[in-house]
């Protein structure tokens, strides 16, 4: 008996050694990471291992205003560390320049790799064009991809669009009565969704009108597992919070297998009709080695693709519309203005054509001012491959940058009263830098969807303050969430009604 607590007693005694000096370790990996980095100016780490991430939750701010707030005092160059993860934050002209188009540096693995692998284990967009980090592999993709992205390609396609912006139009007239509220964010993911799949996919999701749509509705769970992981890094340790990890599981899955099962399908007419569809997935399908068809990585890439185009494409456009709806609504010489050009360009017709779409100038300018003060992302993360100079700022290799686009785009300097909404700004003798404004991120890796993205909201926006009348809900205010991508938090609540002053429509 002796003997057996003895033992007991040096194996307590061991396992306390072992976590004392895996401790120590930590500590003086922290420490040494802090020294490292001590020449960058920021604001005070909080806490040792916790770093600044404390005042995330103590100020109630997005990271991203958190990042504005310090750009401020600090420059355009300055620490911030997550945790005991140093992330050097740069905004200005001349440094988005030289990073993002004179060293091109690479993808951040780790801010990527959280998309491609939701809580690091569930593959999502896996090796997707937004996520693939191998810069050989993503440019030979998008080589591939990028005439289905081109102005002249989708010109043809507007008619698609415009059918989904009619069945938004059938929604709302059903409830055009001046009193049943809607939260039109919910309705601008599910529009933008349905136009997704319409017109990349040739695939007739109806969202908008199905409550219980499991794409938008997955989609819907996984961003949010994106979210929760940032804000809880122990959700990727596998025994963490199992029930949740499991609700993202399903999801991943769900979605993984309705792309997978839709892929086959298409491969199959394919085969059976040797006849080519006019859509973007005939491209990503014709972008891969046709000899790797029958291989289930071959399978999984195409899968990635698919993902990677629903959510790049419907999260982004339907933020860009909220805002740019909600900004409207609360500027009410801006909402005349839009809607004298719309009735103007539109007149009675029940479309826009791609030739309205240059016409619609200060609708134009009115999303491209909702995007500057409210982009689709924070930021574009980078890193370092070897020690580089910002300024008189050294930066070691392999430090995560992030390039903030939306510090960029609220700096004084370069926007007179940055948090007001002037579309004026964007007039055709007030076009900004490429390196102050690029919400669309800049260099070789700028967003491939920004056209496609451009068209869709100028037609469904142009289309509802054709028709409709919207009154916010009393009390909302401009207040940004995030869930990945900036959102108006609380949505965007109206009433709808028709407009008695629009010009009527041909019967």
């Not at 401790?23 to 780490?45: N, S």
């Not at 199905?210 to 961003?223: A, F, G």
């Not at 007179?416 to 690029?438: G, H, I, Q, W």
Request: aromatic share 12%; proline share 4%.
């Amino acid at each position: 008996m002796a003997s057996f607590s003895a033992t007991l007693l040096m194996t307590a005694f061991g396992a306390f050694i072992i976590m004392l000096l895996a401790i120590l370790l930590l500590v003086l990996f922290v420490w040494k990471e802090h020294r490292k980095y001590g020449h960058i100016p920021g604001p005070k780490r909080r806490s040792f291992f916790r770093g600044n991430f404390p005042e995330f939750d103590e100020k109630g701010k997005l990271l991203s205003e958190l990042f504005l707030e310090h750009a401020l005092l600090y420059g355009p160059v300055f620490i911030w560390w997550y945790f005991f993860w140093p992330i050097v934050v740069i905004s200005g002209p001349e440094f988005i320049k030289y990073g993002l188009i004179t060293l091109n540096l690479p993808k951040a693995p780790s801010s990527y790799n959280a998309l491609a692998y939701l809580l690091g284990q569930h593959r999502f967009l896996g090796s997707g064009l937004v996520t693939q980090l191998n810069h050989q592999k993503w440019k030979l993709k998008r080589n591939h991809i990028n005439p289905a992205f081109h102005r002249s390609y989708l010109k043809d396609l507007v008619p698609q669009f415009n059918t989904i912006a009619d069945a938004l139009i059938s929604k709302l007239s059903r409830i055009a009565d001046g009193k049943t509220v809607i939260d039109m964010s919910n309705e601008f993911q599910k529009v933008t969704l349905d136009v997704i799949a319409k017109v990349a996919f040739s695939l007739d999701l109806h969202c908008l009108e199905d409550h219980n749509c499991k794409v938008h509705k997955n989609l819907s769970t996984c961003l949010e597992g994106f979210e929760e992981s940032f804000n809880q890094p122990l959700l990727s340790l596998p025994f963490y919070k199992q029930s949740y990890q499991m609700t993202i599981s399903q999801s991943v899955a769900v979605l993984r297998n309705y792309a997978r099962e839709y892929i086959q399908q298409r491969l199959q007419a394919m085969e059976d009709s040797k006849k080519r569809s006019n859509d973007i997935l005939q491209m990503i399908l014709e972008a891969f080695d046709v000899n790797s068809k029958n291989s289930d990585a071959y399978m999984e890439e195409l899968v990635d693709e698919f993902l990677t185009f629903f959510l790049a494409g419907q999260d982004t456009t339907a933020n860009q519309l909220s805002f740019t709806l909600l900004e409207t609504l609360l500027n009410e010489d801006i909402e005349n203005r839009i809607c004298k050009e719309v009735d103007s360009v539109l007149g009675g017709k029940e479309t826009v054509e791609f030739y309205d779409i240059a016409k619609l100038g200060y609708l134009g300018q009115a999303l491209k001012e909702s995007l500057r003060k409210h982009p689709l992302v924070g930021a574009t993360a980078r890193v370092t491959t070897k020690t580089e100079k910002f300024g008189q700022y050294l930066i070691p290799k392999g430090t995560k940058l992030h390039f903030s686009i939306f510090v960029s785009h609220h700096l004084p300097e370069f926007w007179d009263s940055p948090e007001s909404f002037l579309p004026e700004r964007f007039a055709d003798t007030n076009k900004p830098s490429n390196f102050v404004y690029f919400p669309f991120s800049c260099g070789p890796r700028v967003c491939i969807g920004k056209v496609f993205s451009a068209i869709n909201a100028t037609i469904v926006m142009a289309r509802i303050f054709q028709k409709f009348k919207f009154q916010l809900v009393p009390g909302q205010t401009v207040q940004r969430g995030e869930n990945l991508t900036l959102q108006p938090k609380g949505g965007v609540l109206c009433t709808v009604k028709e407009r008695t002053s629009a010009i009527k429509i041909n019967s």
